[in-house]
């Protein structure tokens, strides 16, 4: 009998991303030091590629004003559902979701206008040898957003716009993208890892 999947639903309330609100540890997770969340400084953030949104809601709930960019309807429209749900639930999902503000267009054209601290590239990351590995939701996701072949012409744009830095979320053990300069520092996780790319006016200022 085949078996049949469950519809992609993005849910910040319960599942994973509820127990890391509680668990996850702060600013102390490598995301958060990637972007450069540290005590007195909580940069404005640009999390270009949204998907399914974690990382944007893990940045607001400890504090951050976050701007999503979502370039497919179909994952735009879900993130819609999935904030509308996390405000509805009241108290502190209602005051993290206040901090995500969300659009829905190419993150190309729309970061120069935009006046993003820190920007979040996480781009629908190469597959692996074996399919089986790759979790469902990520698979279901890959088959509504496609590749983004236009990852490395993404990250230069927000390296020529973002105020401070320009994070890229990859996978640890990943070759780098093609046609990128060196990063300024990578934080390297069991599986992902963060290259920081610290522009100008960020090295003056520290």
Not at 135 to 153: F, H, N, P, S
């Amino acid at each position: 009998m085949k078996k049949v999947e469950v519809e992609l639903k993005i849910d910040f309330v319960t599942g994973a991303v509820g127990h890391r609100l509680r668990f996850g540890g702060g600013r102390g997770q490598d995301l958060a030091k990637a972007m450069g969340l540290r005590a007195g400084k909580t940069p404005m953030i640009v999390d270009a590629t949204a998907g399914l949104g974690r990382d944007s809601f893990l940045l607001a709930s400890l504090g951050a004003q976050v701007i999503l960019i979502e370039r497919s309807e179909k994952m735009h429209a879900l993130l819609v559902e999935g904030m509308n749900r996390a405000e509805n639930e009241g108290g502190e999902f209602r005051e993290i979701i206040g901090r995500m503000s969300l659009m829905k267009g190419d993150a190309k054209d729309l970061i120069p206008e935009l006046s993003g601290e820190a920007i979040l590239i996480d781009p629908m990351h190469p597959p692996r040898q074996k399919s089986a590995l790759v979790k469902r939701e990520l698979r279901q996701v890959r088959e509504i957003v496609g590749t983004d072949d236009d990852a490395a012409d993404l990250v230069r744009i927000a390296l020529a716009h973002a105020q401070n830095r320009v994070v890229l979320k990859w996978p640890a053990k990943a070759d780098p993208i093609d046609g990128l300069k060196a990063c300024t520092h990578q934080i390297l996780g069991k599986t992902t890892r963060y290259d920081v790319f610290m522009v100008n006016n960020e090295r003056r200022a520290t």
